[in-house]
């Protein structure tokens, strides 16, 4: 069996037609399958692209036709479900704002699901939080082991399922981490865009990256004075195979370690929409990566 683990798709349904085609897939009456082929996508399925619905169809009918297809939970997923489920603990609030940046987040995908907006969450309240699938575990941005294991007895999302998390820090860090990943904050002031920085917990290469992204020069130093903290994240050689998306990376498909593959070349300006194709007798290779163009 080949797992096609596939990045962060935001709507891209041309893209993703291609991709599947690319890997092998072929249309059998209306769904994507192929014999030896299980396609693992990493969420982040929603938002930004022109066809979301579209998208989520054809992700949803590989899934349910049996094929052995799967998703794990995503923060562009969680963060629309969360914007709809009431906080267990602020009286009148959601568990997300509705702020005016997070309203712009979820748009899109508001307009373009309209009436059918309630079944398409229903269906995204069902997807797990991780796939642990013979040597590999698939989740969206961050693993720190033994963290995420609090979530363990939550398997989905549902408006009860996100009330207690949103009641107890402990459970919130780790859906965080999770779901985003580590985030610092590089002071006032000097926010990107007014966001966080995304700390790139499987990459070694990663301050000259965050230095193009950031335009903040002394990145390297905020990282190593947050050093204790940052070890926590790194992943061990011996450790399991780890299949993440979410880092919108840029420049070509490439492995960082080989036990930890981000997926998620989608980068706004060039990038591309990427699969990692794994087989437990082949071992980990860049030539295990297919991609194709976003546009
Ligand atoms: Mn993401």
Redesign the pocket.
């Known amino acids: 069996m080949i797992y096609d683990v596939i990045g ?1 798709v935001h709507g891209m349904r041309r893209a993703l037609e291609n991709l599947l085609v690319k890997l092998g897939y072929t249309n059998c009456d209306g769904v994507y399958c192929s014999p030896e082929r299980r396609a693992i996508f990493v ?2 399925i929603i938002d930004r692209g022109p066809e979301i619905p579209a998208t989520c169809d054809i992700i949803r009918g590989m899934i349910e036709a049996g094929a052995g297809a799967g998703i794990v939970m ?3 997923e969680a963060n629309l479900l969360a914007m709809h489920v009431g906080h267990p603990i602020h009286e009148g609030e959601y568990c997300r704002r509705r702020s005016s940046r997070n309203l712009a987040q979820v748009h899109e995908t508001i307009e373009q699901f309209d009436n059918q907006l309630d079944e398409a969450m229903d269906w995204f309240s069902t997807w797990p939080l991780w796939l642990e699938l013979d040597d590999m575990l698939v989740f ?2 961050c693993w720190r082991g033994k963290a995420e294991l609090d979530l363990a007895g939550i398997n989905k999302l549902n408006a009860k399922n996100i009330k207690r998390i949103f009641a107890q820090n402990k459970l919130l860090a780790s859906y965080n981490n999770l779901l ?1 990943g580590p985030e610092f904050s590089l002071g006032r002031g000097r926010q990107k865009d007014g966001y966080d920085v995304r700390y790139l917990w499987f990459a070694r290469e990663q301050v000259s990256d965050a230095v193009e992204r950031t335009g903040v020069h002394d990145y390297a130093n905020h990282i190593h004075k947050n050093g204790q903290r940052l070890k926590d994240f790194h992943h061990g050689k011996n450790g399991k195979l780890l299949f993440f ?2 880092y919108s990376m840029h420049g070509a498909p490439r492995l960082f370690q080989k036990n930890a593959i981000c997926v998620d070349f989608s980068n706004r300006k060039k990038g591309c929409l990427t699969a990692y194709s794994h087989q437990k007798s082949q071992g980990v290779g860049e030539k295990h990566f297919t991609s194709v163009a976003l546009d």
């Open positions: 962060d969420g982040d995503a923060n562009h969206h941005a985003k998306g979410h």
